[in-house]
């Protein structure tokens, strides 16, 4: 197991407000880095229009998005089957995939913040165990 | 968020995956590269912004000097 591995996976619980109006709270975990890429294509289209950022996205980063929330819905309900999350990642795309943007990209809240400084803290705390050539 | 694009575009411009790898193991020592692909977005990101931080802060303090 990498050193790493105890401060990955920490799901962010977000209300979904559906189309029909009833609210639900999902607990969503962020993509790996190597989605990155993908998120980058998405960037060049999205928001080429501050007033409609939707407005301009051809058919492939439509595909890419999708993607990226059934895979980002198969991290966090792993136990869930394959095929009701497909579904439930096609029908609520266009809800999710701003709160997906925005839970991968965005660290501008305070306890987001606070959670960083933890996670320094604890970086720091583990690299003071870590024997060095001197110790040894 | 449309700001944060701007600022991975720019990242993407600036380092790839070796940089970023290279970079954060300067600074937290040894990853491997299946390890780092692995890691969530926000923190990888969040552990290159604490660099950045760190070498303005650096830099300032030698300037002073």
């Keep these: 197991m990498g050193r790493?591995?105890?401060?990955?996976?920490?799901?962010e619980e977000i209300e979904i407000e559906y189309k029909n109006g009833t609210k639900e709270i999902l607990k969503l975990k962020p993509l790996e880095w190597t989605d990155i890429k993908n998120l980058l294509l998405i960037g060049k289209d999205f928001g080429k229009n501050t007033e409609n950022p939707l407005e301009g996205i051809n058919e492939k980063t439509i595909d890419l998005?999708?993607?990226m929330v059934l895979k980002t819905?198969?991290?966090?309900y792993p136990e869930e089957p394959e095929d009701e999350?497909?579904?439930f990642a096609t029908k609520n795309f266009m809800i999710l995939i701003p709160?997906?943007?925005?839970?991968?990209?965005?660290v501008g809240s305070s306890e987001k913040l606070e959670k960083i400084k933890?996670?320094?803290k604890r970086v720091k705390e583990d690299a003071r165990?870590?024997?060095?050539?001197?110790?040894a | 968020m449309l700001e944060r694009f701007r600022q991975i575009k720019q990242l993407d411009e600036d380092e790839n995956l070796i940089g970023i790898h290279d970079e954060l193991m300067r600074n937290y020592g040894y990853i491997s590269i299946y390890e780092l692909k692995k890691m969530p977005i926000p923190t990888v990101l969040e552990?290159?912004?604490q660099i950045r931080k760190y070498k303005e802060r650096l830099k300032r303090s030698l300037r002073k000097r």
């Design chain 1, 4 to 11: 790493f591995n105890k401060y990955l996976g920490e799901a």
């Design chain 1, 65 to 67: 998005m999708q993607d």
């Design chain 1, 73 to 76: 819905m198969k991290l966090s």
């Design chain 1, 85 to 87: 999350l497909k579904a």
């Design chain 1, 99 to 106: 709160i997906i943007i925005d839970l991968n990209l965005n």
């Design chain 1, 118 to 120: 933890q996670l320094q």
């Design chain 1, 129 to 135: 165990k870590i024997p060095t050539d001197k110790t």
């Design chain 2, 47 to 49: 552990l290159l912004d």
